[in-house]
């Protein structure tokens, strides 16, 4: 390449890879798939090393994440925070191994004993154990400085606040990534689309976009988790090797990945990545690929570090889970509250393994943003278990016939006006009666989290719709064996078995029956807050927009949703309906005269007797109420060590505040 031309590249793509570093990093919400980075930082990294003397150190290639946001105070690593080179091949290892030996003046033919790790992909954070105690928690920000999520940290349960151990080094640094596994991740997205909210593209977004809540009351309730694999700082305590590290962790209480193993040479190393690479569809959070590290501590001093990573250790990528195909169609499909998605239909094609049709375009923004038209090629990624996702459209192959397909202006199902609210990315159909509502509502009320009719999945209420048996979820309860009959391969004992799970569900308690009936903005968390506050549906019904507002964590929006659907006389009649029928949602057994009963506690600060999930069982076990947050309503204020603005709050309005001693003896009945 002229240089001319290449300086011209190096400085487009140090443009490129600083704003999507910023996108991923500052953002936790990235436009190109991880391998379409990777390509361009390699091609980067190629040009810098064809033409040394055009490399500088505030080049991409030179440095690690990105800047600490300002809305959380900073704090500076002890020891840099370094990131890891990649390798994407055998030969790539090969000479990272051939380069070690050289480096350490070993024989080409001695045998280097490595540690593989999967390289998880979440978010790389920092620990400080001091004497034993948690006192700091951060992101890794520019590797230097990172952002103090201490008391986002230490809503996770698998982070010990304390060291198990009687007598804890004085001093233990540990970096880990924190992450969100697959099945909770699609629950948290299904939550997500549910309230109206644009689901995180990937778990790694999820996670980091959760631990950077600068609420931890909202960081305590996303399904966060953790595995350590590095030392930072120590004292009081010493190491010889990476593995010997690692496996004392677990007796501190500090979660190892169990898929760590200690191999002989780059042989070893080839197959722990080919049968990673195998158990990677079946375990149950994502990875990326193999992290690989020399094993003792000794070797990895006298290698040292580069400006960004350590010469020691080298992340081995799994190839992408990505494929070319072509978009045949885009259908728009409505959900159960209406939104309108569009889905493509594609040409059928192997991804790793498995055979994909159909690919999410999320929304006609991220649509419009990707420019995707019917007939065009493009590249789809499949992520972890979710639906593959188009990644961009190879341009070069349109031939000017392909088709965009504009905001649906009726609903594909009904025919009805579609509307896209100013604050919402999503386009919704409101006819309550669309056909493709009812078919979903009806396959939410049935669902296992619902009312868990068992065996009533999309198959029967398909045919259940087909036969015009049912309108709605009501009509559920008037089925009988007789029509039951009329579908294909029904036999007598199935259709029995379904009809006595219909009546099994109908003793569900009264919040199941409420996230049941499908109401929009109302999860099973929501749905919880609602029968505790009204405790029967008839009080419920009855209620008036002020008084859903008073309870905690109920906004407007919400408030309005729940207000407009009990409003609505079809919704009344169809639960008059459902009670008719013989549903008694009944009411969680609550302590009644419980020590608690109608009190508020909140729990702030770090708690060295109980967790705050114990903490929270304990006071709702004896009828009271663990709130996130201060308020006049608020009765005690459990504070432990280096309590913040929620022990000041609670001082400011005069709330009663314990010790955590105080709350133990409050709860055991002295005074
Ligand atoms: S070791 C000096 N081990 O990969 C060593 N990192 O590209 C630094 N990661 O920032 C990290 N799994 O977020 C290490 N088992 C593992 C890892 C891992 C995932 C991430 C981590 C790091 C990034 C480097």
């Known amino acids: 390449m002229e240089k001319q031309t290449a300086i011209k590249r190096i400085e487009s793509l140090r443009k490129e890879l600083e704003r999507h570093n910023s996108l991923y990093y500052e953002n936790d919400n990235p436009e190109i798939s991880d391998a379409e980075y990777d390509a361009l930082f390699a091609e980067l990294k190629a040009l810098e090393e064809s033409a040394p003397t055009l490399a500088v150190v505030s080049s991409p290639t030179a440095k690690v994440g990105g800047k600490p946001l300002a809305r959380f105070s900073q704090i500076a690593h002890r020891l840099p925070m370094l990131s890891l080179d990649n390798a994407f091949s055998e030969g790539d290892i090969a000479e990272f191994d051939r380069r070690i030996k050289r480096e350490l003046g070993l024989a080409e033919e001695a045998i280097i004993d490595y540690v593989c790790e999967p390289k998880m992909d979440g978010l790389a954070v920092e620990l400080v154990y001091e004497d034993g105690e948690l006192v700091q928690g951060s992101t890794r920000g520019d590797g230097e400085i990172g952002e103090d999520i201490s008391a986002n940290l230490k809503t996770i349960k698998s982070i010990p606040h304390r060291l198990a151990e009687l007598f804890p080094p004085q001093l233990l640094e540990l970096r880990g990534e924190v992450y969100i596994p697959l099945e909770p991740f699609q629950k948290l997205n299904g939550e997500r689309e549910e309230a109206g909210e644009p689901p995180f593209a990937n778990p790694r977004n999820a996670a980091a976009g959760s631990l950077r809540q600068l609420d931890p009351a909202?960081?305590?309730?996303?399904?966060?988790?953790?595995?350590?694999?590095?030392?930072?700082?120590?004292?009081?305590?010493?190491?010889?090797?990476?593995?010997?590290?690692?496996?004392?962790?677990?007796?501190?209480?500090?979660?190892?990945?169990?898929?760590?193993?200690?191999?002989?040479?780059?042989?070893?190393?080839?197959?722990?990545?080919?049968?990673?690479?195998?158990?990677?569809?079946?375990?149950?959070?994502?990875?990326?690929?193999?992290?690989?590290?020399?094993?003792?501590?000794?070797?990895?001093?006298?290698?040292?570090?580069?400006?960004?990573?350590?010469?020691?250790?080298?992340?081995?990528?799994?190839?992408?889970?990505?494929?070319?195909?072509?978009?045949?169609?885009?259908?728009?499909?409505?959900?159960?509250?209406?939104?309108?998605?569009?889905?493509?239909?594609?040409?059928?094609?192997?991804?790793?393994?498995?055979?994909?049709?159909?690919?999410?375009?999320?929304?006609?923004?991220?649509?419009?943003?990707?420019?995707?038209?019917?007939?065009?090629?493009?590249?789809?990624?499949?992520?972890?278990?979710?639906?593959?996702?188009?990644?961009?459209?190879?341009?070069?192959?349109?031939?000017?016939?392909?088709?965009?397909l504009e905001i649906p202006s009726a609903c594909p199902e009904c025919g009805s006006p579609t509307v896209k609210l100013p604050n919402e990315v999503a386009v919704r159909c409101q006819n309550l009666s669309c056909p493709a509502q009812i078919r979903e509502a009806l396959i939410h009320f049935a669902s296992r989290n619902a009312m868990d009719i068992d065996g009533l999945g999309e198959k029967y209420i398909d045919q259940l719709l087909r036969l015009g048996l049912v309108r709605d979820i009501a009509d559920i309860y008037s089925l009988t064996k007789a029509d039951f009959m009329q579908f294909e391969r029904m036999g007598d004992k199935l259709a029995e078995n379904l009809l006595t799970a219909i009546e099994e569900s109908k003793t569900r308690e009264l919040a199941t029956f409420i996230f049941a009936l499908g109401i929009r903005h109302v999860g099973e968390h929501t749905a919880k807050l609602l029968a505790g506050a009204f405790g029967s549906l008839q009080n419920l019904m009855s209620s008036r927009e002020e008084e859903l507002l008073s309870i905690r964590e109920v906004g407007p929006q919400v408030a309005e949703s729940i207000a407009a659907?009990?409003?609505?006389?079809?919704?009344?009649?169809?639960?008059?309906?459902?009670?008719?029928?013989?549903?008694?949602?009944?009411?969680?057994?609550?302590?009644?005269?419980?020590?608690?009963?109608?009190?508020?506690?909140?729990?702030?600060?770090?708690?060295?007797?109980?967790?705050?999930?114990?903490?929270?069982?304990?006071?709702?076990?004896?009828?009271?109420?663990?709130?996130?947050?201060?308020?006049?309503?608020?009765?005690?204020?459990?504070?432990?060590?280096?309590?913040?603005?929620?022990?000041?709050?609670?001082?400011?309005?005069?709330?009663?505040?314990l010790s955590e001693e105080e709350f133990l003896l409050l709860l055991s009945g002295g005074d």
């Open 218 to 404: 909202i960081t305590a309730k996303r399904p966060l988790t953790i595995f350590c694999y590095a030392p930072g700082l120590i004292e009081g305590i010493e190491f010889d090797s990476q593995l010997n590290f690692l496996k004392k962790l677990p007796a501190l209480g500090l979660p190892v990945n169990p898929l760590t193993k200690k191999v002989a040479g780059i042989s070893g190393v080839a197959g722990y990545y080919s049968q990673l690479m195998e158990q990677r569809e079946s375990l149950d959070y994502e990875i990326d690929g193999v992290v690989i590290k020399v094993d003792s501590f000794a070797m990895q001093s006298e290698l040292g570090v580069k400006s960004r990573s350590p010469k020691w250790a080298i992340a081995w990528k799994f190839p992408p889970r990505q494929a070319v195909t072509v978009i045949e169609d885009i259908v728009p499909s409505v959900g159960r509250t209406g939104v309108i998605t569009p889905t493509a239909n594609l040409r059928p094609v192997e991804v790793s393994g498995v055979i994909v049709s159909r690919a999410t375009l999320h929304n006609w923004e991220e649509m419009e943003r990707k420019d995707i038209r019917i007939g065009d090629t493009v590249v789809i990624e499949r992520a972890g278990d979710v639906i593959p996702a188009v990644v961009r459209v190879l341009l070069e192959k349109r031939s000017g016939s392909e088709k965009f």
């Open 565 to 657: 659907y009990f409003q609505d006389e079809k919704n009344r009649e169809m639960i008059e309906r459902l009670l008719a029928s013989g549903i008694t949602p009944s009411v969680a057994e609550k302590r009644v005269g419980g020590r608690f009963t109608g009190k508020t506690f909140v729990f702030t600060g770090s708690l060295e007797r109980f967790s705050r999930s114990d903490a929270q069982k304990m006071v709702e076990a004896e009828g009271g109420h663990a709130a996130g947050s201060v308020s006049k309503k608020t009765d005690y204020v459990v504070a432990g060590a280096e309590a913040g603005s929620k022990l000041e709050k609670a001082r400011n309005l005069g709330v009663s505040i």
